[in-house]
Each structure stands twice: as structure tokens, then as C-alpha cells.
């Protein structure tokens, strides 16, 4: 019997794996063929001046409007695209995405607005990443200085000089960096005052649950505190309640991006400051 079981255990098994393997393929290829058929949409969602309550920037955060498997989350696909190098032509076509919608806001009169693209770690390894930058701002005619590439820690992690160089050379065109997901990654503090970043994003995780456990509200409260002691601008992630809202003003976080003001939405319903 238990030989049987195995056996039949087995062949279950084989059947799934080749399916698993055939979906992994029929995505890849889907994927290289998304850019070309304008699968791909960027949905914006707003950061608010925790001080103000005004909408000052937007961060855009990519979706696959897949013709069967209707609107793909990023989470999905993006280590598919890492994977087969095809981040690289992706996140260009997300950057110019964006700056396009940064110049519709312009022409609307809301130039002051920041925009926020997420960048990939292979995206950020690739040699003409710089260059791809500062061709797109010319092309799109972005001013630079609105524009935002978010960056994670472990991107940074190995802090070699090509890196420090690769960020001053970004720098160099005027935009500006952040951090993505802070404290979730390899947190070096060192790093912090090395590199030329201009903005902490506190990762959801601490967050979420600021206002029933102490420990998450003191780390909060120290980012805080850490990043304006290097002169750095905080903006809290998943910001979800009113609670939550008035534990970050009390500890005088900046800005705060969460469901509590607006999901994630299409740039024709992006709510403009008024
Ligand atoms: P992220 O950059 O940390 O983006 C924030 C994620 O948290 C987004 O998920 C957003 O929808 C979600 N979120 C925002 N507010 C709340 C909230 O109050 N509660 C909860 N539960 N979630 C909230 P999304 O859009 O699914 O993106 C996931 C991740 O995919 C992003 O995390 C980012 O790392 C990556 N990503 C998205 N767009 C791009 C892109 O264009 N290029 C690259 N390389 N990565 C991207
Ligand atoms: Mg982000
Ligand atoms: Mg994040
Ligand atoms: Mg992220």
C-alpha cells in the first residue's frame, strides 16, 4: 500500500510540476508580448503632507491589464521580469509612463506635484540605467527635481563605489532617491549617511500595528527621528487609520501613503490637490 501511495504521490506530482512549468513559460512569453501590445498601466496612489493633509506627491505602481487573467498585481509578474532581464525594458517604458502623467498634471497646473517609480534591482545594476534616466526627463521634459526613484536597501547593500557612484550620477541629473520599504531589508545605519538619499520610506510592517504595540510606535518614532537628524524627509507606508495617522503627526512623520487616503487608482481618477 504505502508503496502504492508513493508511487501514486509521485505521479501526481510529475503532472503538476510540467503544468507549473508550462504556466511559468506561457507567462514569460505573455509578458515579453505585454509591452508591445500596451498591457501594461501604472495606477497612482497619493502622498499626503501629514501636516498640511495636502496631496503632494504620487507614487506609481505598476499593474498587467492581462487579456484572461484581468489586472495582475505587480508581485506576480515583476520577479518573472527580473528573472528574464525583461525589468529592464519595463521599468523604461514605467518611467516614461510616469513622466508622461507628470507632464498631463503639469499642463493641468499641479507641476508641483512629485512623482514617485518604484526601481528594480536589476534595473539598478544595468549599465545604462543612468543614461535611460536622463533620456527619458529630456524626452518627457520632467523636471527632475519632481521626480522621485524609490530604491531598497539590499540594492545597496554590497555600499561599494560603483554604487555611491551610480546614486551621484543620478543625483547628478537633480532627481531625487528614496528608500523604499525601510527597516525591512539588511539595515545598516552607516549606509544611511554614506549615501546621497533624500527620503525614508518606513516599511508597512512597522506601521500597521503603531497604534496597539509599543515597540512598533518606538521604532517609528526613532526612524523618524534618525532620518531629520540626517536631514532626511519620512514618509510612512500603509497608513490604513485615523490612529495611525496621529501617532506618525505626534512623532512628526511628514508625509504618510496608505489606504486611509486613497488606493491605489488610474491616473483619470487621481484626485488633484485642490
Ligand atoms: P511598494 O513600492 O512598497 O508599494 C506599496 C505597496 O503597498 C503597493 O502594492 C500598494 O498598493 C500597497 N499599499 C499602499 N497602501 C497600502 C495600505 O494602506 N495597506 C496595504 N495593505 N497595502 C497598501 P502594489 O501596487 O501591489 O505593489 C507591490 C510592490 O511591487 C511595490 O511595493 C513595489 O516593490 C513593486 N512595484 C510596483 N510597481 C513597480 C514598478 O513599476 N517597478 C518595480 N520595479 N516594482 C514595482
Ligand atoms: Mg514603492
Ligand atoms: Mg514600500
Ligand atoms: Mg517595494
Keep these: 500500500r504505502a508503496k502504492d501511495e508513493g508511487r501514486n504521490a509521485f505521479q501526481l506530482y510529475q503532472p503538476a510540476m510540467n503544468a507549473r512549468s508550462l504556466e511559468h513559460l506561457a507567462l514569460e512569453s505573455a509578458l515579453h508580448r505585454a509591452l508591445a501590445r500596451e498591457e501594461l498601466v501604472l495606477h497612482f496612489q497619493p502622498l499626503v503632507d501629514i501636516g498640511t493633509q495636502r496631496t503632494v506627491a504620487a507614487e506609481a505602481l505598476l499593474r498587467w491589464r492581462h487579456p484572461e487573467l484581468g489586472l495582475v498585481p505587480p508581485?506576480?509578474?515583476?520577479?518573472?521580469?527580473?528573472?528574464?532581464?525583461?525589468?529592464?525594458?519595463?521599468?523604461?517604458?514605467?518611467?516614461?509612463?510616469?513622466?508622461?502623467?507628470?507632464?498631463?498634471?503639469?499642463?493641468?497646473?499641479?507641476?508641483?506635484?512629485?512623482?514617485?517609480?518604484?526601481?528594480?534591482?536589476r534595473q539598478f545594476r544595468h549599465e545604462g540605467f543612468t543614461a535611460t534616466v536622463a533620456r527619458v526627463i529630456a524626452e518627457t521634459g520632467m523636471p527632475a527635481a519632481q521626480l522621485t526613484l524609490e530604491l531598497t536597501e539590499t540594492m545597496l547593500m554590497d555600499g561599494s563605489e560603483h554604487i555611491i557612484g551610480v546614486l551621484e550620477g543620478l543625483r547628478a541629473l537633480g532627481v531625487h532617491l528614496a528608500l523604499d520599504d525601510f527597516g525591512t531589508g539588511y539595515s545598516s545605519l552607516a549606509y544611511l549617511k554614506r549615501f546621497p538619499i533624500d527620503e525614508l520610506k518606513i516599511d508597512r510592517l512597522f506601521i500597521r500595528d503603531i497604534d496597539r504595540n509599543d515597540n512598533d510606535a518606538a521604532i517609528a518614532e526613532a526612524i523618524v527621528k534618525l532620518a531629520h537628524s540626517l536631514g532626511l524627509r519620512v514618509v510612512a507606508e500603509g497608513v490604513e487609520t485615523a490612529a495611525q495617522l496621529e501617532i506618525l503627526a505626534r512623532h512628526g512623520c511628514d508625509l504618510a501613503q496608505g489606504f486611509h487616503f486613497s488606493k491605489p487608482i488610474e491616473a483619470g481618477r487621481f484626485v488633484l490637490p485642490g
Design 75 to 121: 508581485a506576480d509578474f515583476i520577479p518573472l521580469a527580473e528573472e528574464t532581464g525583461l525589468i529592464v525594458p519595463i521599468g523604461e517604458w514605467v518611467l516614461r509612463a510616469a513622466c508622461l502623467q507628470h507632464a498631463q498634471w503639469r499642463a493641468a497646473g499641479h507641476g508641483e506635484l512629485r512623482m514617485l517609480v518604484n526601481i528594480s534591482a
